[in-house]
T-cell receptor, first 113, second 118 residues
Framework: TQLLEQSPQFLSIQEGENLTVYCNSS?????LQWYRQEPGEGPVLLVT?????EVKKLKRLTFQFGDARKDSSLHITAAQPGDTGLYLC?????????????FGKGTKLSVIP | KAGVTQTPRYLIKTRGQQVTLSCSPI?????VSWYQQTPGQGLQFLFE???????NKGNFPGRFSGRQFSNSRSEMNVSTLELGDSALYLC?????????????????FGEGSRLTVL
């Protein structure tokens, strides 16, 4: 069974601070996605990383895929209250004989004005 | 274009009852995946349907079942409800099978159906 561990589980920071969220596994993934979910809504895709060592930037968000394609990180610069939400990583890979998309349990971020 | 539509949004059932949830994917999408989301376990994969065929199934008991119709709309059913089935059930659609092994495309999620079992 492929598992994705996200840390920290909860994060509460002041507006303007920087933060990093981690997504780790002992399994290799062919690609990794990051989603953000706001209360009362479904997750929305932020980015997909495919190549080991790949770095993608989306405005103030920077995503990195580990060289071995087992881990990923999301760094937010100068966090805004609008960044508040549940951040989920999801790894695509073969597990238990079939191809699966495995989600981490998420990091709940609160940005205080 | 219209997004993924899930109905009902909220429902309350009692133990032993059964429930059917519906999902209408984005027009043109033939893949529908179902997930159960709870605070303790996060998002857990239930099953995926593509062109009316179940492609993949997660590690859930047989009480959880689903189907997909020729218009790509999907339903999931939970029989003999237990307290632990209380959760947000999310449906996601995509143009390609999410578990195809091809570079994974974007999953478009609905707002979910929140089930409470008393």
């Amino acid at each position: 069974t492929q598992l994705l561990e996200q840390s920290p589980q909860f994060l509460s920071i002041q507006e303007g601070e920087n933060l990093t969220v981690y997504c780790n596994s002992s399994s290799v993934f062919s690609s990794l996605q990051w989603y953000r979910q706001e209360p009362g809504e479904g997750p929305v895709l932020l980015v997909t990383v495919v190549t080991g060592g790949e770095v993608k930037k989306l405005k103030r968000l920077t995503f990195q895929f580990g060289d071995a394609r087992k881990d990923s990180s999301l760094h937010i610069t100068a966090a805004q209250p609008g960044d508040t939400g549940l951040y989920l990583c999801a790894g695509a890979g073969r597990g238990a004989g079939s191809y699966q998309l495995t989600f981490g349990k998420g990091t709940k971020l609160s940005v205080i004005p | 274009k219209a997004g993924v539509t899930q109905t009902p949004r909220y429902l309350i059932k009692t133990r032993g009852q059964q429930v059917t949830l519906s999902c209408s994917p984005i027009s043109g999408h033939r893949s529908v995946s179902w997930y159960q989301q709870t605070p303790g376990q996060g998002l857990q994969f239930l099953f995926e349907y593509f062109s009316e065929t179940q492609r993949n199934k997660g590690n859930f008991p047989g009480r959880f079942s689903g189907r997909q119709f020729s218009n790509s709309r999907s339903e999931m059913n939970v029989s003999t409800l237990e307290l632990g089935d209380s959760a947000l059930y999310l449906c996601a659609s995509s143009s390609l099978p999410a578990t195809s092994g091809i570079d994974t495309g974007e999953l478009f999620f609905g707002e979910g159906s929140r089930l409470t079992v008393l």
